[in-house]
């Protein structure tokens, strides 16, 4: 079967060539996150992230835009735990070229490589920072964001990520996407100050660690939930984009959701602080420069251009694009 990890689809679309399309904690979850973030940031930062807190929040979803236009884009968003054997966290090496020495690189591509990449980012956002380049430390740190929000994720760290193995198809974008957008409002977003990450690798890892703990339990809870309520009360019809769609229903979504404990709340906080601690670490390696940029901060021609075609191709996008395959 062919998976596709971006344009996940609730079942059942109502209206013919309508879909919804779910991406990890969904356009607001990212954007939360990252604004969130900038509130952890000691003031030495606080003052530069907050002038432009409307870019790293806008531009949280620049990487789920890039999934349609760079083929190379899908698997820096998650990676498939349970592909490597009973005990993941043993088998899999942290440093990249012992990785790659030991699965190949094309394996590694195939089941997903996000701890790697969220740590290419950091070396980029650092040496952006070091630089003194507000372009790229802007947008680094808006794309890191993205890929370690991701990471908190359960569904994230499993080849099972959208329930296709168990006959939950759709939870990947019910947990993600439905919940946080519903009930997201509720959320306490106070996580406490940004910590200098000694070992930023070892806390990538860590994250996933937590995130794979717990997808055995958004599985089991929602299959639970399901033989408690026939199918017309999991789904109702709503409006999107002028077309009805049919959707997990708000009753059943605030019965998985309590079903849940906290769980999303808690995955949602804890990226929070630790999107702040990445960035905060980044500029502490960089040698802490002094963040007093002087003038309106204006995108190069080049960024302009880029972004530009990744909205255009996002917009003119006709649904899905290819993951991996099963």
């Known amino acids: 079967m062919y998976k596709k990890r971006l344009g996940i689809l609730l079942p059942l679309i109502i209206a013919p060539g309508a879909v919804i399309t779910l991406l990890a904690w969904g356009f607001w979850g990212h ?41 190379a884009e899908a698997p820096r968003h998650f990676i498939d735990l349970d592909r490597y054997g009973d005990h993941p966290f043993d088998s899999l090496p942290r440093r990249w070229e012992e990785a790659v020495a030991k699965y190949g690189e094309d394996s590694l591509q195939a089941h997903g490589i996000v701890p790697w990449h969220v740590m290419r980012m950091l070396a980029r956002l650092t040496k952006a920072f070091r630089e003194h380049d507000r372009e790229r430390i802007l947008r680094y740190s808006a794309d890191i964001g993205h890929y370690i929000g991701d990471a908190h994720v359960p569904l994230h760290c499993t080849r ?13 974008g019910f947990w993600e996407s439905r919940l946080p957008e519903l009930f997201g409002d509720q959320y306490d977003r106070i996580t406490g100050r940004a910590s200098y990450l000694q070992h930023p690798s070892e806390v990538i890892w860590q994250v ?93 021609a080049e960024a302009k251009d880029e972004l530009d075609s990744l909205d255009l191709k996002y917009n003119s996008r006709s649904g899905t694009v290819a993951g991996h395959e099963d």
């Not at 531009?59 to 236009?69: E, I």
């Not at 601690?277 to 960089?286: H, I, K, L, M, Q």
């Open 160 to 172: 099972n990520y959208n329930g296709q193995l168990s006959g939950q198809h759709g939870i990947h």
């Open 208 to 300: 996933l660690r937590e995130s794979y703990a717990a997808h055995d339990s958004v599985l089991r809870i929602e299959k639970q939930l399901a033989a408690t309520f026939s199918p017309d009360q999991r789904y109702t019809v709503e409006e999107r984009g002028g077309q009805l769609l049919k959707v997990y229903s708000k009753q059943y979504s605030a019965a998985y959701h309590q079903a849940l404990h906290g769980m999303v709340e808690r995955r949602f906080q804890a990226a929070i602080h630790t999107v702040g601690s990445f960035w905060y670490t980044a500029w502490v390696d960089a040698g802490m420069p002094a963040m007093n940029y002087k003038g309106e901060f204006i995108l190069s």
């Open 31 to 71: 954007q939360q996150i990252n604004k969130a973030a900038v509130f952890t940031l000691p003031p030495e930062l606080f003052g530069f992230y907050k002038e432009h807190i409307a870019f790293i929040t806008a531009h949280a979803v620049d990487a789920d835009k890039r999934r349609y236009a760079d083929p």
